[in-house]
């Protein structure tokens, strides 16, 4: 299966994944946030390498107003509504992604919408 040709740089992505790690990591009150810039990159990249390591498309993650991906083998969906959709906002994506927040606990707390039998990331997440 071809794997769509990435439009994130790797190493501007890993950056601003780390960027946005370390603002994250300082304390409340204190610190920058990332940029919207910082933010975009490091979703879209994200999003890039979920795709990579987990090609197909039966599930769609959407990330607005970031990105959106299709990965995971399986029945490809060609119109309307995909069958298997999660979404969540960026800063819960990139938690999980991070190892920061576990995908059942996101779930749980309201954080992410997934539906269909094969919306479950659990076993792919956290990527880094």
């Known amino acids: 299966m071809a794997i769509a040709r990435r439009r994130i740089d790797l190493e501007e992505g890993r950056a601003a994944l780390a960027a946005w790690q370390a603002a994250v ?3 409340v009150g204190h610190g920058t946030p990332p940029s919207r810039t910082v933010l975009a990159t490091a979703v879209r990249y994200s999003l890039e390498e979920l795709t990579a390591r987990a090609p197909g498309n039966s599930v769609e993650v959407r ?3 970031f990105g959106v991906t299709q990965c ?3 029945p490809r969906h060609t119109r ?3 069958p298997n959709v999660i979404e969540c906002d960026a800063a819960t994506w ?7 927040l576990e995908w059942s606990a996101a779930v749980d707390a309201g954080r992410v ?3 269909g039998l094969r919306a479950d990331l659990s076993e792919l997440l956290p990527l880094l």
């Open 25 to 27: 990591g300082q304390e």
């Open 80 to 82: 309307g509504t995909p």
């Open 63 to 65: 990330v607005p107003p």
């Open 94 to 100: 990139l938690e999980m992604v991070t190892g920061r």
């Open 113 to 115: 919408a997934a539906s």
């Open 72 to 74: 995971v083998e399986g």
